[in-house]
């Protein structure tokens, strides 16, 4: 997850060092932008030193840097780039010229370019926030959508005590995980993720696999993080890149996803097995390039490892095990079959042949089947949605372990 930090110029710009850090702390990537009255409170230097990232203030290039086609767009790769934007300290300044959309430095051409949402924390002299235009403008943004995070009263820099100071930087923060779905119901647990396919060698160039994209495991991989979990990702060959701040093993095979596994398995106090894992492999794997003019090709497969299966033969109490079953027919009735014959806690069940539940999608439509034989049917979401949802379903059922099996 991406966030964009905007820094304005006002005595509180020190603060946003310690609200990014916090940001950091709660796996998240934050790129910071400053206007020009920021950099005479805090250097870009500090905020690149604690983020990783340059800072970005100007839209053409800094200082006599030459105006290029890559800083001409960059608010545009960095508006898309964001899942959310947080303004700290907001001034008045800043806060008027976004309410009329006044685009003039890179900040407030970010504010239009993005679809993010948008967290404003205002910050100055107490009559400049009570003053009808500053209010005014406030209320336009509360209108478009801008979460609006109300300023503190006290001792002002000014010299004078009332309404103005910034919010606490932890107000700030948990306002930008509500936003992101960040929470902590899954802190304390290890969850070990499986997602992509796996690949089975036929030649030195050809190999079997399926259509998995692996976009469902890196999604509950994400997930679970932003709710405060330690996270195993173990990952089949994907186009996807790794979740910041998770631990990635990559592997090729069933042998390889399989060794891996059971290497994590034992620390693990939710395992999520959402890999499309190939269920045959070639008994006889050639050294040579098979050739086309050899004619009609007979290939005997044998099973591969059921890597779900063994998972749950070697469970211990108080691990939660989640199966998926990824079906074309009869999907409950298969999906309950898993769920019975492997004793899962749960399997999450989606037919691949319906639109937006398919294959490489970022959509899925699923239905939770659970041991006690209820369902939980839902409507087409984002697969990140449909994690939370997951994950959901798997805070309910660690709730009913008994204290002694949770330890």
Known sequence: MRVGLGVTGGIAAYKAAELLRLLQDRGLDVQVVMSAGA???????????????????????????????????????????????VIAPATANVIAKIAHGIADDFLTTLVLATKAPIIIAPAMNVDMWENAATQRNVEV????????????????????????????????????????????????????????PTEEALDPVRYLTNRSSGKMGYALAEASQRRGAKVLLVSGPTRLQAPSGISVEFVRTTAEMAEA??????????????????????????TEKIKKQGGLLTVTLKPTLDILAEVARRRKPHQIIVGFAAETGQVLENAAAKLREKQLDLTVANDVTQPGAGFDSDTNIVTLVFPDGRTKPFEKMSKLDVAHLILNAVVELRSKLTPAVRE
């Open 39 to 85: 950099r005479n409170f805090v250097t870009p230097l500090t905020f690149a030193a604690l983020s990783g990232h340059k800072v970005i203030s100007q839209v053409f290039g800094e200082g006599e840097q030459e105006p290029n086609v890559e800083s001409a767009i960059e608010h545009i790769a960095v508006a898309q780039a964001i899942d959310a934007l």
């Open 261 to 286: 596994v059971f290497r994590h398995v034992d620390q693990a106090t939710v395992v999520l097995m959402a890999a499309a894992v190939v269920d045959f492999a070639p008994t006889k794997v050639q």
């Open 141 to 196: 943004l509360r209108t478009r959508g801008f979460k609006v995070i109300e300023p503190e009263e006290g001792y002002l820099a000014c010299g004078m005590t009332g309404a103005g100071r910034l919010a606490s930087v932890n107000t700030i923060a948990q306002a930008v995980f509500e936003t992101l779905q960040v929470r902590d119901d899954l802190k304390g647990e290890t969850i070990l993720v499986t997602a992509g």
